[in-house]
């Protein structure tokens, strides 16, 4: 089972800057990554798909990079909206399809 | 408009059963393969089960393989979960989502509580 460990556990930062969320796999997954992001009570949404492309209706503020085993989600001039849990998934080696532990994305 | 609606949850005592559904429309149902997904309180995603879009291929999560099925009906454009032998460990909200390996859309998810 491919583990994904994601960093920081927790961001905290002001409207405008940038945050940049990692995702480290434990095993090489080429780009098969994703990141998805959960608001609230709310079921999670798609953003990032195959390390670096954004999925329908992404704001271009969201941007993905990396291959291998490290993976980065950048957010850049955060807005208050972006507040949420955001976790990568990857699915080179499945099943199982697995999930990495979230990143809380605040913003003050 | 894509649209998954999950219903069945509900409160069920340890060892009982419960059986899930999620009414799919906005799309090609008989087309796509399907997952469940669930997330305990507070706690991140657990893929639960895949069904590939034809029934032929199916795979469960080793914490509850044994323990529960996933079927689809492409009559009714719907996802079922049977659940058997239901443990506290199971207690979680969770979604139907569409797609082999990467979620393009989600439902909004029912929450099954195991407890005595």
């Known amino acids: 089972e491919i583990v994904l460990t994601q960093s920081p556990a927790t961001l905290s930062l002001s409207p405008g800057e940038s945050a940049t969320l990692s995702c480290r796999a434990s095993?090489?997954?080429?780009?098969?990554l994703a990141w998805y992001q959960q608001k609230p009570g709310q079921a999670p949404r798609l953003l990032i798909y195959?390390?670096?492309n954004r999925a329908t209706g992404i704001p271009a503020r969201f941007s993905g990079s990396g291959s291998g085993t490290d993976f980065t989600l950048t957010i850049s001039s955060l807005e208050s909206e972006d507040s949420a849990i955001y976790y990568c998934q990857q699915r080179s080696n499945w099943p199982p399809l697995t999930f990495g532990g979230g990143t809380k994305v605040e913003i003050k | 408009e894509v649209q998954l609606v999950e219903s069945g949850g509900g409160l069920v005592q340890p060892g009982g059963s419960l059986r899930l559904s999620c009414a799919a429309s906005g799309f090609t149902f008989s087309t796509y393969s399907m997952n469940w997904v669930r997330q305990a309180p507070g706690k991140g995603l657990e893929w639960v089960s895949y069904i590939s879009s034809s029934s032929n291929t199916i795979y469960y999560a080793d914490s509850v393989k044994g323990r529960f099925t996933i079927s689809r009906d492409k009559a009714k454009n719907s996802l079922y979960l049977q659940m058997n032998s239901l443990r506290a460990e199971d207690t979680a909200v969770y979604y139907c989502a569409r797609g082999g390996d990467l979620y393009d859309h989600w439902g909004q998810g029912t929450l099954v509580t195991v407890s005595s």
């Open positions: 195959d390390a670096s």
């Open positions: 095993q090489s997954i080429s780009t098969y």
